[in-house]
């Protein structure tokens, strides 16, 4: 799966515009397969991780998922499909360990109960698919949209606390992107965690 960002050429001319039209559709098992066994994956999180700029590196360099659903092009007028699942994004841990507790936390979390949880590109955060309750009289922008926005606040009520991983640490659950094609990049992580049926 190419990356998001357009790449350019040291005189900042334009070599690859960005990506916007799927490359594929995967299945959140595929993405787990990805995460857990992708030797180019781990590569290419091992450069993102030691780059001076993390956010350019992981656009440039790695893969993304629109987990919320399935789209023609990566605009919310192109929705095709729900996945039935809404991204969690926690930030600003202090350590890897601390990310690490924080996936386990978070995918034992019995309000959550997300499908897959994993350490984010700069290894100082997690990532959650959450399954997305659906409601029958809500259009499905809407229902995605309404689901995002709970699992987002209620993970920064439960978890965003001085003692929730450590002493000195106060998670920050991502707000930024709580539009349908939000993307998700993926990040090489062997000890994943994922819930089957």
Not at 30 to 37: A, D, E, L, R, S
Not at 72 to 83: A, G, L, M
Request: proline share 8%; charged share 20%; aromatic share 8%.
């Amino acid at each position: 799966m190419p990356p998001i960002a357009p790449i350019k050429d040291k005189q900042g001319r334009l070599m690859t515009p960005p990506t916007l039209i799927p490359f594929c559709e995967v299945s959140i098992e595929q993405v787990f397969q990805m995460i857990t066994c992708n030797e180019n994956l781990k590569t290419l999180t091992a450069q993102v991780r030691n780059a001076t700029d993390i956010r350019a590196a992981k656009a440039s360099l790695l893969p993304y998922v629109t987990p919320c659903g399935t789209f023609t092009r990566r605009s919310c007028k192109d929705f095709v499909s729900p996945s039935h699942l809404v991204i969690v994004d926690v930030d600003g841990l202090h350590s890897y360990q601390e990310a690490v507790e924080m996936r386990r936390m978070l995918y034992d979390d019995p309000l959550l109960q997300p499908v897959l949880t994993f350490i984010s590109p700069s290894g100082l955060g997690v990532k959650a698919f959450v399954p997305c309750h659906y409601s029958p009289t809500i259009n499905d922008a809407q229902n995605i949209t309404d689901n995002m926005s709970w699992a987002m606040r209620y993970v920064e009520t439960a978890y965003n606390t001085v003692t929730a991983v450590s002493s000195e640490t106060k998670s920050k659950v991502d707000f930024s992107g709580k539009d349908l094609v939000r993307s998700c990049f993926l990040s090489y992580d062997p000890e994943a965690l994922f819930r089957t049926k």
